[in-house]
């Protein structure tokens, strides 16, 4: 049809997050497109397994697992409640930003099933 635009080549992407073998049940993945911009992102099932809705843009990506937020007195009385991240033990630090993670992914059309495990 003239005049209509497709976006960009998308993939189906899900998989499974697991910490030593063992499903992370709280959180949520992130996959960060370096080169071109972009994110995308999907909540963790209490199995471990996670889908993105409407599909990623073909490509490589760094990945980043982070645990929920939750709101936090921290300072009763004297400052509101404010978000920090949940204790995960599961989650290691070094998988919640982008600059010190080591998982990688690539998007290639059609269905993508991403499994990562995250070691200590």
């Given at each position: 049809m003239p005049g209509c635009?497709?976006?960009p080549?998308?993939?189906e992407v899900k998989g499974k997050v697991t910490?030593?073998?063992?499903?992370v049940t709280e959180g949520s993945i992130t996959f960060l497109n370096v080169t071109e911009g972009g994110t995308f992102?999907?909540?963790?099932n209490p199995d471990g397994t996670y889908a993105v809705q409407g599909g990623v843009v073909l490509g490589d990506y760094t990945v980043v697992i982070t645990p929920p937020i939750?709101?936090?007195?921290t300072d009763p009385g004297k400052s509101p409640p404010a978000p920090v991240e949940k204790n995960m033990p599961n989650i290691p630090p070094n998988y919640r930003m982008q600059g010190s993670t080591?998982?990688?992914?690539?998007v290639k059309a059609g269905p993508n099933e991403l499994n990562f495990d995250m070691q200590p």
């Open positions: 635009s497709q976006g080549e998308t993939g910490f030593q073998n063992q499903p992102g999907a909540d963790l939750e709101i936090v007195d080591t998982l990688r992914a690539t």
